[in-house]
């Protein structure tokens, strides 16, 4: 069933997040990565200009959102939703100390045939990541996707 595209230019509340040197040591070890830009000062401060948080921990954005209230949600059916793809963009470097603002939006709803009946339906949700300085550092794109209900005979 289609998607009420409708929901295209829905944002969700801002939501202010810390990037905190402690929790970027935290993430960096949880993802096994050892790169000296996320735990060693003296070298990140060398080569970057300070500690950095790796690629991916934009995520953790989700622990800064209280309430729920900066999600964005298409109406899918939970049971048949994957996620289906990440990207990152980074305009700006992101340092520890940083204090950025993150709003979501969609950007776009689709819909494809599926190959097990019926038809998948897209979402396409972009986050833009703003620091203090209200400069626009990152922007990331996900896609859900509601993958079609199986036709019975």
Known sequence: M????????????PVT?????????????????????YFDEAHAAREAGGIMPPVTFLQTVTHW???GSSRVRVPF???????????????????????????????????????RGGSMNFAVTETEYK??????VARARHITIETGQVVKD
């Open 2 to 13: 289609p998607v009420d595209k409708s929901y295209i230019g829905r944002t969700g509340a």
């Open 77 to 115: 059916d939970l049971k048949r939703v994957l996620h289906g793809e990440q990207e990152y963009e980074f305009l700006k470097p992101i340092h520890a100390g940083d204090v950025l603002t993150a709003v979501s939006r969609i950007v776009d709803i689709y819909e494809k045939p599926g190959k």
């Open 65 to 67: 959102d209280n309430d």
């Open 17 to 37: 997040m810390h990037v905190e040197r402690g929790k970027i040591r935290e993430f960096a070890r949880a993802i096994k990565d050892d790169d000296p830009m």
């Open 131 to 136: 620091n203090e300085r209200g400069e626009l």
